[in-house]
């Protein structure tokens, strides 16, 4: 990562031109569905990409594509717009970090880059005044994940996946030669959006203890266990129950893309895939499963701030079981 990358100012939207090399497959970064399939944010961006040696950073909204407009557009539509991108060789983003997208979003203010909007000072001068008791609100939804059904990890070599998972969707690889974007001349063109404090508190944190019960040793908990391995953590999607009702995970609190931390009140972040899928496994009827769970956005909150997500933690929500602990 250049050092140019590393000392550029946060809160600033960024313009970054994207060009594959001559042996390159991809741009080099991953992509995750903004709220409610709207809009797209980067999941990741991978070393020694063309996408790396860009300003493009994790967890950025992209506001333009090739000088167009797509914030508001479905995410399929900017994947397709990506994927088009591909084959050309080239793409230019405009994106802005995620507490300022946030901001921009809660006071009205529209996001544009020269090409696209020559008149941004006003957005400009109102996010210069941004505060840090500014709420954030609502979760990013991650798309294109690694999904298991307590199942093996996806094999990301020459072998096809099996057939009970689906692979993650390996959108871009790519890397600039020249980076133009950080150059003096580039750099005028956009007004500078700086926020005084680096770091925003969040308001809403959605940390919850959940004890999923079955009814028989033939039920199941109710949820798909998605593991991620570039990003090294485990999520849980909720699957119909019985009868396709509601699950015995739904009923107890759990909600899709939530982010597992603990199993019956051990801290499961550090573990292999395999140790577990045992550990729930082994989670006999009638016995209750207990899982410590975070939505997306508390998730990526702690793990920016260094933080330890644990039950110890005043705000943690202590749910209601999906049943009466003697129900059989």
Known sequence: MPNEYLNFPKHTPRTCNIRLGKNDSSFGFE?????NDIGAYIQEVFPNTPASNTPLRKCDRIIEIDDKDVDKDISKSILEKLDKAKTKGAVKLYVVDTETYKYAQLNKILLRSQGQHQNQLTGTLLLNQYHTNKPISKKMTTVYVEPFYLASPINHGNQSPSSNTSTIREILKVITPSVDDLTQSTRSQELPIIIPSSSIPLRNENIRLCTIYRADPSDTFGFELNYHRREQFHSLSIIPGRDNGRS????????TDDRLIEINGQNIQNLSHEQITQRIRAVKHPDPLELLVTDVSTFEYYK?????IHRGLPNVKIMPTNRSMHSQ
């Open 31 to 35: 992509v995750i569905n903004g709220e």
């Open 304 to 308: 920016q701030q260094q933080k330890v």
């Open 248 to 255: 015995n995970a739904e009923l107890a609190g759990i909600e």
